[in-house]
Nanobody
Framework: VQLVESGGGLVQPGGSLRLSCAGS????????IGWFRQAPGKEREGVSC????????FHADSVKGRFTVSRDNAKNTVYLQMNSLKPEDTNRYYC?????????????????WGQGTQVSVSS
């Protein structure tokens, strides 16, 4: 199983980025996918997730209204659309695949992790 994130980069405050998480070696459709972020020396924070099955989503309060998460099961890919980015969103972002269908933002639910992609928000 491999998860590969892409789409990170440097953006000005108020800008947007779309992260992608492409999976191989396993079918995404019945499992939940989460997005997490972590800065050096800090704890990993759950950001957003999308459930398998009905595709319901959940977001942390810190990103609610700004980030959306979606999945394309045909491509085995999940996306994190990040709008109205703030400097405090600067982090390394990771996607993860859970062994459960209903998603949550507790890292312990997630079985497989990607290597992450860096997002930097600065003027």
């Amino acid at each position: 199983v491999q998860l590969v994130e892409s789409g990170g980069g440097l953006v000005q405050p108020g800008g947007s980025l779309r992260l992608s998480c492409a999976g191989s070696g396993i079918t995404f459709s019945t499992r939940s996918i989460g997005w997490f972020r972590q800065a050096p020396g800090k704890e990993r924070e759950g950001v957003s997730c999308v459930s398998g099955g009905d595709g319901s989503t959940f977001h942390a309060d810190s990103v609610k209204g700004r980030f959306t998460v979606s999945r394309d099961n045909a491509k085995n890919t999940v996306y994190l659309q990040m709008n109205s980015l703030k400097p405090e969103d600067t982090n390394r972002y990771y996607c993860a695949l859970a062994h459960t269908e209903v998603c949550g933002l507790w890292a312990g639910e997630y079985e497989y992790w990607g290597q992450g992609t860096q997002v930097s928000v600065s003027s």
